[in-house]
């Protein structure tokens, strides 16, 4: 029997998470504590939690453990409990269902999360995630990566990190800690990344990283620029056999020295190169291996974050964020990272 989401001990936001959210609109900024609230519930609840497989599956057919339903069921019920959440729609539960608290409807925003990305390598003891994305409305349908008006990650591994894209101005609300700053790199100007940039995200949201330390949120560090680093996390490599130019940039990255850093999970292999202060991550497609990853639960949001700590993100025809998210069940093929990493990808891409 899957587990259900139980009452757990209440975790406090925290004071620096709090300062760092003063700048928003106050209903934004109560959607990211339940955001905060959930991933702390569901970091204790990991740590119990069994690897078995739940015998169901998902909206879309996917297999399911019983750690995925208990994490979506947490999160969910955060989110019934924000007033400004007019909707939320998961991995697990695709449909985009109205929010309500005590029969009342919410209004303001609509989230869309994946609960536990990565959760193929959770019996692995692997580090693992979640991942969201906020709209502006009632749903995020008909709207673009673009039009979110924040984004999130977290990663549960040794430690529990947040890593929060917010509308600037939070940052400088978050005076009085001392972050660490991930400011890495040299500016690029080789020909053909002018095209890549997106100054205009970079400059409008703020990068956060907060740790969950004696359960509260504290400020750790603010990613400012992804530089050019040789960090590599090449997923679906299977597209390799069927993609001439995915097999070709497998092996100039190997001939070039680079560091291999792939788990199999997207928010940790995504979160070591913004740790690391570059890299990139590049999942193509081909003919047998198709595109895995979904638009609105995954790559949308991850995309925010990453293009919001400069870096950029490309399907081989232009940004992540420029896609319209019509069907909730959307995938994406998608490279990110540093831009010299994520240009190398593009024939890739461009591919299959």
């Avoid at 739940?54 to 996917?62: I, R």
Wanted: net charge negative; hydrophobic share 40%; charged share 15%.
């Amino acid at each position: 029997m899957a587990a259900t989401a139980t009452a757990a001990a209440p975790v406090a936001v925290g004071a620096e998470l709090e300062k760092a959210l003063e700048g928003l609109e106050s209903g934004l900024a109560s959607v990211v504590q339940s955001i905060a609230s959930s991933v702390a519930e569901i970091s204790a609840s990991l740590r119990t939690m069994e690897f078995d497989e739940a015998g169901s599956t998902n909206s879309f057919g996917d297999d399911q453990l019983q750690a995925d339903i208990h994490a979506d069921e947490i999160i969910f019920k955060h989110l019934r409990s924000c007033p400004a959440v007019a909707s939320a729609s998961s991995e697990e539960q695709s449909d985009i269902l109205p929010m309500s608290q005590q029969q009342q409807p919410g209004q303001g925003y609509s989230v869309a999360f994946d609960p536990l990305d990565g959760s193929s390598i959770f019996d692995a003891n692997f580090a693992v995630g979640s991942i969201f994305g906020v709209w502006p409305g009632s749903t995020p349908l008909g709207q673009t990566g673009r039009d979110q008006v924040a984004a999130a990650y977290s990663v549960y591994g040794p430690r529990t990190l947040l890593v929060l894209a917010v509308p600037s101005g939070s940052r400088a609300a978050a005076g009085g800690s001392q972050p660490q700053h991930c400011d890495a790199a040299q500016q690029q100007q080789q020909d053909g990344q002018q095209q890549l940039q997106h100054g205009s995200i970079s400059e409008a949201f703020d990068v956060l990283e907060f740790v969950l330390s004696d359960r509260r949120w504290r400020l750790r560090r603010v990613h400012t620029k992804l530089g050019d680093r040789n960090n590599v996390a090449p997923a679906n490599i299977r597209a390799a056999a069927g993609n001439e130019a995915y097999q070709q940039l497998l092996h100039a990255w190997i001939t070039n020295g680079c560091k291999l850093r792939y788990s199999g999970g997207m928010v940790p292999d995504v979160h070591h190169m913004l740790a690391k202060g570059g890299g990139v991550f590049c999942n193509p497609k081909s003919a047998t291996a198709p595109a895995k990853l979904r638009l609105l639960y995954e790559c949308a949001p991850v995309a925010l974050v990453v293009e919001a700590a400069g870096g950029v993100s490309h399907d081989g025809q232009g940004s992540i964020l420029d896609l319209v998210i019509n069907d909730t069940g959307a995938r994406s093929i998608i490279a990110l990272g540093s831009a010299p990493q994520v240009a190398q990808c593009l024939d890739a891409m461009r591919g299959a």
